[in-house]
């Protein structure tokens, strides 16, 4: 029976670690303590503008943004800095998709939006462990 | 097995866009502070953190604080809130989650950043499940979703490797009924459970419970009773905790996650408002949506929160609508505002407005009947549906992990009804009894050199609770008077005797009590009878009006009478089949009481809500008078024993009450924190009780006080001990409905205004020792 108990809480507690898992890390604004010394917006918020979501199973990355009014260029760098990617977006796109079903190995990317006008980078890990379904 | 059950997921999941992103983290200013040393705070923060359309099941989030410049994170000494696994995520919408946090490792002046880290996905159990249900028949699906055997089996179905196995249920709330007959340890009912106000040990008797239920091969708990005592006369009051829904809540939840540690699932019941015994397939327990909100099904929520694995839909209507097919409760409360993720039952032969809602919005097994949900399921219902409540129950099987080779159903085998599980049993029964009063100190009774005379009809039973579904077939019962002659019969040489003319006796111990609980009947009065022990009572106080103990004994509170006027009362709350020993060892101070009401006693009728035995439905009042205490306060009423009461042998001082921040903003929690001293002779235990009083709104009349937290702490004669209460804004919140009742479209608020805190003894306001302050929330 404990052993029944045990994988059910490995099961719930750490089930990142029995399938394919996606991570994403986001940091607020900075703030201070004490309420009149929050810097930006009363909520020291950060939104994300440029959002990565990720469907392992069918192997993509969906990367959203804010349509560019001209083409900009979409550089996925590896946690090293090292390119991993470098996709074109032409005007009026909203989304592409990042194909990491093959030779897309685990960990942290950086995902950057550039063009003349603007510059938005997030961040994304990856941890595909599907033989371990 | 493995690589097939990753080729029918991949399959599956396949076919849809699994999906998700964090999309904001924010730390409001207003609810950033500096610390406090008084209320024991140390820098402390909220952050809120967005995650937009998020499918998967499994998100475990983490957070850190760390400098704006970089560096290593700052060590929290607290976080709470949605952090670490988050259950139950809802799939295709946008979450607001909140995280609290506390640090003695920051500095004023510096800058900090808040970093959130979500890392998502789909757990191994759902996998799992996706995987039967890809290759179990639809005929499969739907024979798991009727009863079977002895009447008291979910189903199993399929081939290997996607059988599923028989979901081996068993009665009841307080031990095992095995439905072909059997014994076993027979613990405190929820009643007597609740009078402890102690969730470890709430934990303790769900767990050394649940072994019991192994023991004799059930995986599966019809319990806890999870209903409120709306009134004492109901007849099945003493299966259910109490008439606070704060004190329900938790102790049921730290029941639950007991019971399920020991790999049985736990069925809170009976899902929603089943108040009353009498017509109760018939009858509509009508209110409004704010007294269900704030009151009545509040309740049930800590229980989903910790994963409870089964809730048993009710036999009654609400409002008009059958339990078992309500669609704001089944699917508009449970499924969609709480995210339960796994399996309802009916009540054993409960009915549905109509068959087809009760398979859109209700049960996924309808007990005990083999076929009749099964042959309407698969002849009407499209496969969305049938996977729907199929997945639901392979959901609960995943909980005791008993789809995998090798689970042993049967287990703990040596521990059915051995010592160590009698010593439970007792302990949780001791620490339940309370000693509602005692003029004089006249209680503990001395051991030595004095005539004890036992009288009323309830000396020589052991009561263990209602008949019906809660019976329990104990095999050891120490009886009241069995207890106190085994105890005397340990002092030795001039031990206090028992003897049989009150005449000659310097005390007297009347043993009184309520009859009639029963599953499908109410108690037919709220007063103790005459032969219930009343009559005794003026017996023995007509000849030792000064040396009169009563022991009130049974399920649930009675009014005043004969019995209430003795100098010392000790109410023992069906406290299991070591009751005797229990009570016992109280009256004599081998265990100082520390037991408290979970309900109100009334003085009389008029001190109770409306409870005609006869009629077709019963129409609760509304949310700020609702019952119990929360009606006494609310009249201003002085009932017989205030909810929360119980004395001790000691004496217990509070002081330096701190309450920060004293004013906030709308969503912001408030530390409160006391001191509690032991300032008397012996050590004790006590329940201390945190009661809040919201701020009026303009319609939204409120109730005088709610309870909003609990601490049991033991202490040494002279000794003190802090504790700690964090108000958030779930304790906060009304139910706005926002126009008509009823109708979905309101929402919880925190209003704004001056809310009154008190750290007391019992909900007895001006009952010494207690502490009241206030906070304002902006």
Redesign the interface.
């Known amino acids: 029976m404990k052993k029944s108990f045990f994988r059910f809480s490995i099961l719930l507690f750490a089930a990142p670690f029995f399938a394919a898992a996606v991570t994403w890390q986001m940091d607020s604004a900075p703030f201070m303590f004490g309420a009149e010394s929050v810097r930006n917006d009363v909520h020291a918020r950060t939104r994300a503008d440029l959002r990565c979501s990720a469907n392992l199973e069918k192997g993509v990355v969906i990367i959203r943004f804010e349509a560019p009014a001209k083409g900009a260029t979409l550089n996925i760098y590896r946690f090293n800095g090292t390119l991993a990617k470098t996709i074109d977006v032409r005007p009026g796109t909203e989304s592409v998709l990042w194909d990491v079903s093959k030779n897309v190995p685990a960990g942290t990317y950086l995902v950057s939006l550039q063009n003349s006008a603007i510059g938005k980078t997030a961040r994304i890990s990856i941890t595909s462990q599907r033989t371990h379904l | 097995m493995?690589t097939s059950?990753?080729a029918g997921?991949?399959t599956l999941?396949?076919s849809s866009?699994?999906?998700?992103?964090?999309?904001?983290?924010?730390?409001?200013?207003?609810m950033?502070?500096?610390p406090d040393a008084g209320a024991g705070v140390g820098?402390s923060?909220k952050?809120?953190?967005q995650i937009?359309?998020l499918d998967?099941d499994?998100v475990?989030v983490t957070l850190s604080i760390m400098p704006?410049s970089g560096g290593e994170a700052l060590a929290l000494s607290e976080i709470s809130g949605d952090v670490g696994?988050i259950?139950n995520v809802k799939v295709q919408r946008t979450e607001d989650h909140q995280v609290f946090f506390q640090t003695d490792a920051?500095q004023?002046?510096?800058?900090?950043?808040?970093?959130?880290?979500?890392?998502?996905?789909?757990?191994?159990?759902k996998?799992e499940i996706q995987s039967y249900l890809t290759n179990l028949t639809k005929q499969n699906k739907g024979t798991i979703m009727g009863g079977g055997g002895d009447g008291f089996e979910g189903q199993g179905a399929g081939q290997a490797p996607y059988a599923v196995p028989e979901i081996w249920m068993s009665d009841g709330p307080h031990g095992v009924r095995p439905p072909q007959g059997g014994q076993a340890t027979c613990f405190p009912t929820c009643a007597g459970l609740a009078c402890t106000w102690d969730t470890a040990l709430a934990f303790l008797q769900g767990q050394t419970m649940a072994e019991e239920f192994?023991a004799l091969g059930k995986n599966c708990a019809l319990g806890p009773a999870l209903n409120l005592v709306y009134h004492p006369q109901g007849g099945r009051a003493s299966e259910y905790f109490s008439e606070d829904p704060y004190l329900s809540g938790r102790m049921a939840a730290a029941d639950v996650q007991g019971i399920q540690?020991?790999?049985v699932i736990a069925t809170i019941k009976h899902y929603a408002c089943n108040n009353k015994e009498t017509n109760r397939f018939n009858l509509s327990a009508n209110m409004s949506e704010r007294s269900l909100r704030e009151i009545y099904l509040c309740n049930w929520k800590p229980s989903i929160d910790v994963?409870c694995g089964a809730v048993m839909g009710a036999y009654n209507k609400v409002n008009h609508s059958y339990a078992c097919s309500n669609k704001y409760l089944m699917t508009d409360v449970l499924r969609d505002c709480w995210g339960y993720p796994s399996m309802v039952m009916t009540d054993w032969g409960a009915r549905f407005d109509d068959f087809s809602s009760g398979i859109r919005y209700g049960v996924d097994i309808d007990m005990p009947n083999p076929d009749s949900y099964v042959s309407g399921v698969i002849a009407v219902q499209p496969d969305s549906i049938v996977n729907m409540h199929a997945s639901r129950i392979l959901y609960a099987h995943?909980?005791?992990?008993?789809l995998?080779a090798?689970?042993?159903r049967t287990?703990?085998g040596a521990a059915l009804m051995g010592s160590a599980h009698r010593q439970v049993a007792r302990d949780v029964g001791s620490a339940g009894i309370i000693l509602a009063k005692n003029v004089g100190n006249l209680l503990p009774l001395p051991k030595t050199g004095k005539k004890i005379a036992i009288l009323g009809p309830f000396a020589n039973q052991c009561r263990l609770g209602p008949g019906g579904s809660s019976a329990v077939n104990a095999r050891d019962r120490v009886t009241p008077q069995q207890g106190i002659t085994a105890l005397l019969s340990g002092v030795g040489a001039g031990a206090s005797t028992i003897v049989t003319d009150i005449s000659a006796a310097d005390y007297v111990i009347v043993f009184v009590g309520v009859t009639g609980e029963n599953e499908g009947s109410d108690r037919p009065n709220l007063a103790v009878q005459p032969n219930d022990g009343d009559n005794d009572a003026q017996t023995a106080l007509n000849a030792r009006p000064d040396n009169t103990i009563v022991v009130f004994t049974g399920g649930s509170a009675a009014s005043a009478g004969n019995w209430s006027q003795a100098p010392a009362i000790v109410i023992a709350f069906c406290p299991g089949q070591e009751q005797g020993t229990c009570i016992a060892d109280v009256l004599f101070g081998n265990v100082n009481p520390s037991g408290k009401l979970p309900v109100t006693f009334p003085q009389d009728a008029s001190q109770a809500p409306p409870f005609a035995l006869a009629g077709a439905d019963l129409n609760y009042p509304s949310s700020d008078t609702a019952h119990g205490y929360f009606s006494v306060n609310k009249k201003a009423q002085a009932p017989l024993f205030n909810f929360g009461h119980g004395l001790s042998y000691t004496t217990f001082a509070y002081s330096n009450l701190q309450i920060y921040p004293q004013t906030i903003s709308a969503g912001d929690r408030v530390h409160v924190r006391a001191t509690v001293s032991n300032t008397g002779s012996v050590t004790g235990k006590e329940a201390v009780q945190l009661y809040l009083s919201m701020p009026s709104t303009a319609g939204l009349p409120v109730r005088v006080q709610d309870l909003r937290g609990f601490r049991k702490v033991s202490l040494n004669p002279g000794a003190s001990t802090t504790v700690d209460f964090a108000l958030t804004a779930e304790e906060m919140q009304v139910w706005n409905p926002n126009g008509a009742d009823y109708s979905g479209s309101g929402a919880w608020q925190v209003p704004s205004g001056t809310y009154g805190v008190r750290a007391g003894t019992s909900s007895q306001r001006d009952l010494q020792p207690t502490l009241s302050g206030s906070f304002a929330v902006h």
Do not use: W
Request: neutral net charge; hydrophobic residues 45%; glycine residues 8%.
């Open positions: 493995k059950i990753l997921f991949l999941v396949c866009l699994l999906q998700a992103d964090l999309s904001s983290v924010a730390v409001p200013a207003t950033l502070h500096l820098y923060g952050v809120e953190y937009n359309a998967y499994s475990y704006a696994l259950r920051a004023t002046g510096m800058e900090y950043i808040a970093r959130v880290t979500v890392s998502a996905t789909i757990s191994a159990a996998t192994r540690t020991r790999g994963g995943e909980i005791i992990g008993d995998q090798g689970y042993n287990a703990y």
